[in-house]
């Protein structure tokens, strides 16, 4: 698959429509406007973001985008067709859609490397040297970044650091090691951080900066630091033998340059109401390119769907009384379990939204609270269902929460909701910022026996939301300071993986989503927590395979490398 994309991956995909002989690569070089348009193609294509696509036609599966966290279990979705399409399928552990959706990622990120390793070996050819060393580090960069997310997808894989023309050239890649992969992300990073300015001017904005490659480098080595990935097999699963403490080291040496930066703080929230906290902790999530952002996909303000990453968030996510039929955002009562309470109360079942963490009133959107100036209305009452579980209009297949919550993060209150599909929400999609950088920190310094400076920096996190500080650490409370803090971001999905525990979490039998129903009668109201998706054909299945994707088998054969434990040819 290597070979087949990056022969035929001569430009970039931004220039597919124009005819080959109007522009050339020659003519990309020495442009700076045209090479800037090159290089935005390396962003656009590494993350899709909120822009999500799940048919459940056969014939497009294979089309389909998917929303990472939509697999963990803090999110689920509401249309009871998507367990038909490519989603339920990778949902239920289904072999072949895995395979070909591991084979959309394979192709997009070896596709994107084809291009960056282009201009590494045109780059002199750039007459503006300012534009050239720039560019030099985002490839730099944008190569480490694309190789990580290869990384934690497949293992080890096939390091390639030039352009790559198999009709030309018989050459042939074997799999990377663990300590090679490391080795290689972190070199790129320092080279893209010797390059990179600490920030750019207005025009700028969003490109890679040193603070995102110098978080990339941690980045690699908390992951090599994984105890999952120690006293593997085969080299290219882990390391052969234990380096989780080296690579602690290493990934606490690279947090330290990132911090000594001192160009990223959290987001101050003044306000002391419940309200007020709610609003300002929402609100950080709607500003682009805060003081917190370190690196984050750009999303047009024009509101077109099809231009610069537009998605449809808003709409996507809407309950019924804002016109919204799809409800695939969300929150299940797993997550909302992760909230604990502040101020010294106790939870009490026949109140349990009562004096929870302010973050909850922030993302999560449940019965009795106000948004868009209604009242969310989940419950069931003398047996008529609320506003915001029943569906809205006339479709038969308008879907509505199947957990009794809709997500409160992340959306704008204030985007235009209604029936025209060339709009798009405009929300950037964060790709980390502070608070992760804060909690990583928290991580290493625990697993190296510094509980003090976990414990600081853990409270530093929680005290921008007025939440009071813990008095002592240990890893529960760690972990479920990243669930809260970053629920719904993608790096909740990866935190299972890294910590060896996919298998049990990310199991419907192990783990089950959990709903929330709430019934009114004759003025009583009780709160019921049962299972989602317990009927055979539903249930939610990972197996320790799955810790590592399926290699595109044309590559294992044209490469003569070994594919991934217990994957089959389909």
Same mark, same amino acid.
């Given at each position: ?15 597919? %429509? ?26 656009? /294509? ?24 939509? @697999? ?21 552990? /289904? ?38 060393? =720039? ?25 390639? %650091? ?102 990223? +703080? ?8 419940? %309200? ?16 917190? +952002? ?164 853990? /409270? ?9 500080? !813990? ?26 993986? =890294? ?13 089950? !989503? ?27 299945? @990972? ?28």
């Amino acid at each position: 698959m290597v070979a087949t994309t990056l022969l035929f991956s001569g430009c970039n995909s931004l220039f597919d %429509d124009a005819p080959n002989d109007k522009i050339s690569d020659e003519s990309v070089w020495s442009n700076g406007q045209l090479l800037d348009e090159y290089v935005n193609g390396w962003y656009r /294509n590494m993350n899709y973001g909120f822009k999500t696509l799940v048919t459940t036609s056969t014939l497009l599966k294979n089309l389909s985008r998917y929303y990472l966290p939509w @697999f963990g279990d803090q999110l689920s979705v509401g249309k009871t067709d998507w367990f038909n399409a490519g989603y339920g399928d990778i949902l239920k552990g /289904n072999q072949e859609t895995i395979t070909n959706w591991a084979l959309g990622l394979w192709t997009n990120d070896y596709t994107e490397i084809q291009y960056i390793n282009s201009f590494l070996e045109n780059e002199d050819k750039v007459p503006d040297a300012s534009q050239r060393v =720039r560019v030099d580090g985002e490839a730099h960069f944008m190569r480490g970044y694309y190789y990580y997310m290869l990384w934690r997808q497949f293992g080890g894989v096939l390091l390639i %650091d030039h352009t790559y023309d198999p009709l030309n050239d018989p050459e042939k890649f074997p799999r990377a090691s663990y300590q090679q992969m490391v080795d290689f992300i972190a070199a790129e990073a320092d080279k893209a951080a010797a390059e990179l300015p600490v920030t750019y001017d207005a025009a700028n904005t969003g490109r890679a900066t040193k603070g995102a490659a110098l978080l990339l480098k941690a980045k690699a080595y908390l992951w090599a630091s994984s105890e999952v990935y120690q006293n593997k097999d085969k080299d290219y699963l882990g390391f052969t033998d234990d380096q989780s403490q080296a690579m602690l080291q290493k990934a606490k040496a690279a947090y330290d340059e990132f911090f000594a930066l001192n160009a990223y +703080s959290l987001v101050p929230i003044t306000a002391t109401t419940q %309200d007020g906290i709610r609003d300002a902790y929402r609100n950080i999530f709607l500003t682009k390119n805060s003081q917190e +952002s370190i690196f984050e996909i750009q999303v047009t303000d024009d509101g077109n769907y099809d231009t610069k990453n537009g998605h449809k968030l808003d709409r996507d996510a809407a309950a019924p009384s804002f016109t919204g039929t799809t409800a695939a955002y969300t929150p299940t009562q797993n997550h909302v379990d992760e909230y604990g309470m502040r101020d010294g109360a106790t939870y009490d079942a026949t109140h349990p939204y009562d004096n929870r963490d302010y973050r909850f009133y922030a993302n999560i959107l449940y019965n009795g609270c106000t948004y868009r100036n209604h009242v969310m209305d989940m419950a069931t009452t003398d047996g008529k269902k609320g506003a915001d579980i029943t569906p809205y209009g006339t479709s038969t297949s308008a879907a509505v929460s199947r957990t009794g919550y809709y997500m409160g993060k992340f959306v704008d209150e204030s985007q235009t909701i209604d029936n025209n599909e060339t709009y798009a929400s405009k929300q950037n999609y964060i790709i980390w910022r502070y608070a992760e950088a804060l909690l990583d920190y928290a991580e290493v310094t625990f697993r190296l026996g510094d509980a003090a400076t976990a414990l600081k920096m853990v /409270n530093h996190v929680r005290e921008r939301v007025h939440m009071d500080a !813990l008095t002592d650490i240990t890893w529960d409370k760690i972990v479920n300071e990243r669930r809260v803090e970053l629920a719904f971001e993608e790096t909740s999905y990866w935190d299972y993986f =890294r910590w060896g525990v996919a298998s049990e979490k990310l199991n419907g039998l192990s783990n089950p !989503l959990k709903a929330m129903t709430i019934t009114v009668k004759n003025g009583k109201t009780t709160y019921k927590v049962s299972n989602l998706n317990r009927f055979p054909g539903r249930i939610r299945v @990972f197996t320790d395979k799955e810790y590592y994707l399926p290699i595109p088998w044309s590559d294992i054969k044209y490469q003569g490398i070994e594919q991934n434990p217990d994957w089959s040819e389909v």
